[in-house]
């Protein structure tokens, strides 16, 4: 059983910032691929930045310059740090692991990250 905890959503005026962090806890011997993904009401989940254990980062070119992805594998743990938030950024933001051995994917339950004009 794997187990991912979000943190770090709330309100934030448009050119702030925020720091979500997911911590994944239970039978973990590797993960490989840690990442974010994010839904708006009414669109699909779309992958916002993601991380491999290689150290291979990719973006969604909407957040390029302005989001940053890292991870401390110490503790399991995976980061995401926005800056420059704008209202089209306003989600439900969702942590994503695959472990190494497996290839299974996990879900955390997702933080809402509200972005006001």
């Known amino acids: 059983q794997v187990h991912l905890v979000e943190s770090g959503g709330g309100l934030v005026q448009a050119g702030g910032s925020l720091t979500l962090a997911c911590a994944a806890s239970?039978?973990?011997?590797?993960?490989?691929?840690m990442g974010w993904y994010r839904q708006a009401p009414g669109k699909q989940r779309d992958l916002v930045a993601s991380i491999r254990s290689s150290g291979d980062i990719q973006y969604a070119d909407s957040v390029k310059g302005r989001f940053t992805i890292s991870r401390d594998n110490a503790k399991n743990t995976v980061y995401l740090q926005m800056n420059s938030l704008r209202p089209e950024d306003t989600a439900v933001y969702y942590c994503?692991?695959?472990?190494?051995?497996?290839?299974?994917?996990?879900w955390g339950q997702g933080t809402q990250v509200t972005v006001s004009s």
């Open positions: 994503n692991i695959v472990l190494s051995l497996t290839w299974v994917n996990y």
């Open positions: 239970g039978s973990i011997f590797g993960i490989d691929a």
